[in-house]
């Protein structure tokens, strides 16, 4: 039996996502990236997306005390822009609590953004993974499409990897 439960996010759930982002990222990307790249970089990844949030394409795993521990979504817009392609979604902000990896978290909060986005007559997922994050994509069937720098405004570039799954 699973120690935690997942659920469509709502947007009261902006402030537990944020301490989520805020206590994953800075130490699990801070294994990939320089200390010059990824400090400024997590000031503006580590926030919620409330318009993510509130689409119902995003989801949270929650332990049984209630913490959030896991979160990702999916979005048919290219992040960053407001660009549709025909059957292709984007995998967006996953991040799952250091202390509770390898619990098939992550796995599965992505089989639900994959039910959803077939399901919406996607039949190709895209993701932009940080440095950190290849071999759990790979995992899933993802693969590794290039390099890309992604200009997360304010002059903060982040190296990552375009990766693309066939649904």
Request: charged fraction near 15%; proline fraction near 0%; aromatic fraction near 8%.
């Given at each position: 039996m699973r120690d935690y439960a997942?659920?469509?996010a709502e947007l009261a759930d902006v402030a537990s996502v944020d301490a989520l982002l805020q206590r994953s990222y800075p130490e699990l990307m801070g294994l990939a990236y320089e200390e010059s790249v990824i400090v400024p970089a997590l000031k503006l990844l580590t926030r919620a997306n409330p318009s993510l949030l509130a689409s119902g394409r995003y989801y949270v795993a929650e332990s049984r005390s209630g913490?959030?521990?896991g979160c990702g979504g999916w979005s048919l817009e290219r992040p960053g822009t407001n660009t549709v392609e025909l059957d292709m979604a984007h995998i967006r902000h996953f991040a799952t609590h250091p202390e509770w990896t390898q619990r098939g978290i992550g796995r599965a909060?992505?089989?639900l953004c994959e039910t959803a986005a077939r399901s919406a007559g996607v039949h190709i997922l895209e993701c932009y993974s940080s440095l950190n994050a290849e071999g759990f994509y790979a995992a899933l069937g993802f693969e590794s499409v290039h390099m890309v720098q992604i200009d997360l405004g304010r002059n903060v570039v982040l190296p990552a990897i375009l990766m693309r799954?066939?649904?």
């Open positions: 997942t659920r469509v913490l959030v521990v909060i992505f089989h799954r066939m649904i």
